[in-house]
C-alpha cells in the first residue's frame, strides 16, 4: 500500500485548501483515509476520519471548517480546509488506517 498526499501552501487566514491523498495497493472503497496533523514542537494531532461509504468524524477543533471526502474512482480521499487559522499551521500526513501506511506529508501554512 502507498500513500501520497499534495495540496499544501501558503494561505492567508480565512482562506481554503484543499489537500489530496491517493491510496494505491489496495480497492479505494476499502481504505479508510484518515488525517493527521503535526505543528512544530507539538504532538501529532488527529484530524479527520472518512470511512469506506462516505461517512466522516472531525476533531471538534476544526469541526465545521474542515470536509473529508473521497472519490472511490480516482482512488483519492480530500480534505477541504476553509477558514483557515494560524493554528492550522502543520505539516499534514495522510493515513491509509487499514493498513497504517503514512504518506510523506505536505505543509500546509497559515499566515498573513
Known amino acids: 500500500v502507498q500513500v501520497a498526499e499534495s495540496g499544501g501552501g501558503l494561505v492567508q487566514p480565512g482562506g481554503s485548501l484543499r489537500l489530496s491523498c491517493v491510496v494505491s495497493?489496495?480497492?479505494?472503497?476499502?481504505?479508510?483515509v484518515s488525517w493527521i496533523r503535526q505543528a512544530p514542537g507539538k504532538a501529532r494531532e488527529w484530524v479527520a476520519t472518512?470511512?469506506?461509504?462516505?461517512?466522516?468524524m472531525y476533531n471538534t477543533t476544526v469541526e465545521g471548517r474542515f470536509t473529508a471526502s473521497r472519490d472511490d474512482d480516482k482512488n483519492t480521499g480530500y480534505l477541504q480546509m476553509n477558514t483557515l487559522k494560524p493554528d492550522d499551521t502543520a505539516e499534514y500526513f495522510c493515513?491509509?488506517?487499514?493498513?497504517?501506511?503514512w504518506g510523506q506529508g505536505t505543509q500546509v501554512t497559515v499566515s498573513s
Open positions: 493515513v491509509e488506517a487499514g493498513t497504517t501506511t
Open positions: 495497493g489496495l480497492p479505494f472503497n476499502e481504505a479508510i
Open positions: 472518512n470511512w469506506p461509504g462516505g461517512a466522516n
